[in-house]
């Protein structure tokens, strides 16, 4: 049975992107596609997605090059994350900030395995624990939540930390970046407990684990982990899926059912 996280991801984007196919692929029946179809465009009516016709040939000649790589390498390449990785590359602008996202950390661990780039960026992992509705929650109950004055309050103040916080952290001089990390981190605690409070009040209450992925050219010490309350950081040093010579901070998915971002 097919899972749509997009259901769960409407209660922490301000929208998503969702790719609708003009035909069925894969195993897809023909009455999926057309339920996927209502679906989306009811969330587009309500200013909560945007749907995009994903087109085999327009994906196959964007993977053409890394495909051909992937081959000569030995390494098979999933189609589903690639679409993701295509979807968060082509929406990516100045003013969007465009993330993959994923429906468990091994799927995470998967993707991140095709990596044929070397290139080693400073990756930042900020987890939460907070009520995610299930991925079968009615569309019209999320879409409801979605404009509760103080879940909407939440949700925007969460995403603006992240738009503003996380690259303040990352140029913070590095004797100061610890203290800055703590102080962020009760910051971002302090609105997950809000966000947490809005979603209890609506009636969600079913607490889950969502990582939030950053990349950053940073070329210091790797300063660590820190928890507080609800939250924890990590920093490592690893290869990403994104030209790390081309950016000072940018988001690189959100992962659910995230574990051990500390260790």
Excluded at 62 to 85: C, M, V
Excluded at 145 to 155: E, G, T, V
Aim: with cysteine; proline share 5%; glycine share 4%.
């Amino acid at each position: 049975m097919r899972k749509p996280i997009y259901r769960q991801a409407l209660a922490l984007f301000d929208r998503i992107v969702v790719p609708v196919p003009p035909e069925p692929i894969g195993d897809q029946t023909r009455d999926e596609l057309l339920q996927l179809e209502a679906e989306v465009a009811y969330l587009a009516k309500e200013n909560a997605a945007v749907p995009y016709v994903w087109r085999s040939d327009a994906f196959q000649e964007w993977r053409k090059q890394i495909l051909a790589e992937a081959i000569s390498a030995g390494i098979n390449r999933d189609a589903f994350i690639d679409t993701r990785l295509m979807l968060a590359e082509k929406f990516d602008s100045e003013n969007v900030q465009a993330v993959p996202v994923y429906g468990g950390r091994e799927q995470f661990a998967e993707s991140r395995q095709a990596l044929l780039q070397v290139e080693d960026a400073l990756t930042l992992e900020i987890a939460q624990r907070l009520p995610v509705p299930e991925y079968d929650t009615p569309l019209e109950n999320l879409v409801r939540l979605r404009r509760n004055a103080a879940f909407r309050k939440s949700l925007d103040d969460l995403l603006e930390w992240k738009r503003l916080r996380v690259p303040g952290i990352v140029m913070e001089s590095e004797q100061d970046r610890p203290a800055a990390i703590a102080n962020a981190m009760r910051e971002f605690n302090k609105l997950t407990k809000q966000y947490a409070e809005a979603m209890e009040s609506e009636g969600y209450k079913k607490a889950g684990s969502v990582g939030s992925i950053f990349f950053a050219l940073f070329t210091g010490e790797v300063v660590g982990a820190f928890k507080e309350g609800l939250v924890s950081f990590r920093e490592v040093r690893e290869p990403c899926w994104k030209r790390v010579s081309e950016m000072k901070c940018s988001p690189g998915g959100v992962v659910y059912h995230f574990k051990e971002a500390l260790r």
